[in-house]
């Protein structure tokens, strides 16, 4: 079955700084998602990354995918506050016919200022 | 336009009862997706439709059922609801399914559950 990873779950970080989310999955997949959600919200859909090498930016966001490592990186640059929010990164497996898209545990990230 | 709708936004209901949560895509969008998430985690799949038709399952008891209409709108039905099927449930459409394309999912506002 497969298993979608984020760490750190919880992040706490200041105005300005640079840091980065980590999302680990267990199985073939070339096609990896990043959302964002704020509290009592739904989901924003902030990249879509359908290839090995595939790098997308948007504003201080920046998000990677190595399939060969079953990774994804969503960097965050120069930290402001309005970035406060809870990231997902979600799989879809690459079997054909599985429709499945499992999510991640979620990063909490809190910009303090 | 008009995003992905859901109704009710909010409902309680008490261990037993039934619900049924109602989904409108967007515009063009002919698959449609169910997803349950309980606080403090990731959304769970649920559902998947395309073209009226059941595209994909996720690890759910048979007292989740749902279908897809013709004008692609969609509806989840829980039959004797248990407290932990308390959870935002959340519905998200694309033109055709994800898993084929290099399309996204539009989630919509969610319908928040309580089961008392």
């Known amino acids: 079955e497969l298993k979608v990873e984020q760490n750190p779950l919880f992040l706490s970080m200041q105005e300005g700084k640079n840091y980065t989310i980590y999302c680990n999955y267990s199985?073939?997949?070339?096609?990896l998602y990043w959302y964002r959600q704020d509290p009592g919200k739904s989901l924003e859909s902030l990249f879509v990354?359908?290839?090995?090498?595939a790098v997308k930016q948007e504003g201080r966001l920046m998000a990677s995918l190595d399939t060969k490592a079953r990774l994804s990186t969503l960097h965050i640059t120069a930290a402001v506050h309005d970035l406060s929010a809870t990231y997902f990164c979600?799989?879809?497996?690459?079997?054909?016919?599985?429709?499945?898209?499992?999510f991640g545990t979620g990063t909490r990230l809190t910009i303090i200022p | 336009d008009a995003g992905v709708t859901q109704s009710p936004t909010h409902l309680i209901k008490t261990r037993g009862q039934h619900v049924t949560l109602r989904c409108s895509p967007i515009?063009?969008?002919?698959?449609v997706s169910w997803y349950q998430q309980v606080l403090g985690q990731g959304p769970q799949f649920i559902f998947q439709?395309?073209?009226?038709?059941?595209?994909g399952r996720g690890n759910f008891p048979d007292r989740f059922s749902a279908r897809q209409f013709p004008n692609y709108s969609s509806e989840l039905n829980v039959n004797a609801l248990l407290l932990g099927d308390s959870a935002l449930y959340l519905c998200?459409?694309?033109?055709?399914?994800?898993?084929?394309?290099?399309?996204?999912?539009?989630f919509g506002p969610g319908t928040r559950l309580t089961v008392t």
């Open positions: 998200a459409s694309s033109p055709i399914p994800i898993a084929i394309s290099s399309y996204e999912q539009y």
């Open positions: 199985t073939t997949s070339d096609r």
């Open positions: 990354l359908l290839s090995n090498g």
């Open positions: 979600a799989v879809v497996p690459s079997n054909f016919g599985n429709e499945k898209l499992t």
């Open positions: 515009s063009g969008h002919k698959s």
């Open positions: 439709y395309y073209e009226k038709e059941e595209r």
